[in-house]
């Protein structure tokens, strides 16, 4: 009996699905609508820079010049559009949005915190986010909305005067647009560093667990 009880102890355990695959394929396609505005959305800004000063070396812009710039942001834009509201959708319908990112509080993302900064955050269960994670994600899902919104409030200033004045008018939806950007970049860059120091994540999102 003991025998038998220590061989089932060091068999190894089925993993379950991590992200069904419409997790998997909206995340992609966020990524890759979010990555190719933003990539352009620097083309568009230095044709004409908020700040003077700062310009976007142009190696790392995408269109090449601002029509093609603009081509490829709104391409990108609609992209993000039709597949967050998707992503979005299905988070409610499932009820993946409520069993993933909640409950939150101040107190465990001080704790999840603190353990990451120490190295203590455990990463055995992917198929349950900490604190901070949590955090994260819902904070770029809201950045992301602002991103849409603010540029509808650049790009169609006119059809959509209370937006415009919800953002402050048009200089400063350009600065709330070009704030989001930069915490979407922010987020990229935590996002691939935590890829980096936990590589089974990025396995889990290719291939569900």
Same mark, same amino acid.
């Given at each position: 009996m003991k025998i038998s009880q220590s061989r089932e102890a060091l068999r190894p355990r089925r993993i379950g699905l991590v992200h069904p695959m419409w997790v998997r394929a909206t995340h992609w396609l966020n990524a890759l609508a979010a990555i190719a505005m933003m990539l352009s959305g620097w083309q568009i800004y230095d044709a004409s820079p908020?700040?003077?000063?700062?310009?976007?070396?142009?190696?790392?812009t995408l269109g090449g010049w601002l029509a093609g710039a603009l081509q490829w942001h709104f391409a990108a834009m609609w992209l993000l559009l039709a597949n *967050?509201?998707?992503?979005?959708?299905? $988070?409610?319908?499932?009820?993946?949005?409520?069993?993933?990112?909640?409950p939150l509080s101040p107190r465990t993302v001080w704790r999840d915190l603190a353990s990451a900064l120490t190295g203590k955050l455990a990463?055995?269960?992917? &198929?349950? +986010? $900490?604190?901070?994670? !949590?955090?994260? +994600?819902?904070?770029?899902?809201?950045?992301? /909305?602002v991103l849409?919104? &603010? *540029?509808?409030?650049?790009? !169609? &200033? /006119?059809q959509f005067p209370l937006l415009r004045g919800l953002m402050g008018g048009y200089d400063d939806a350009r600065i709330v647009h070009f704030c989001a950007m930069s915490l979407l970049a922010a987020f990229i860059v935590v996002h691939l560093v935590m890829v980096a120091i936990v590589p089974r994540s990025l396995v889990a999102m290719l291939r569900g667990r």
């Open positions: 908020i700040f003077p000063h700062f310009m976007f070396p142009m190696s790392i *967050g509201i998707v992503y979005l959708a299905l $988070n409610v319908v499932t009820g993946r949005l409520f069993t993933r990112f909640f990463h055995a269960d992917l &198929s349950r +986010y $900490n604190a901070v994670q !949590k955090l994260a +994600y819902l904070v770029v899902i809201v950045d992301l /909305v849409v919104l &603010s *540029g509808l409030a650049i790009w !169609k &200033s /006119v």
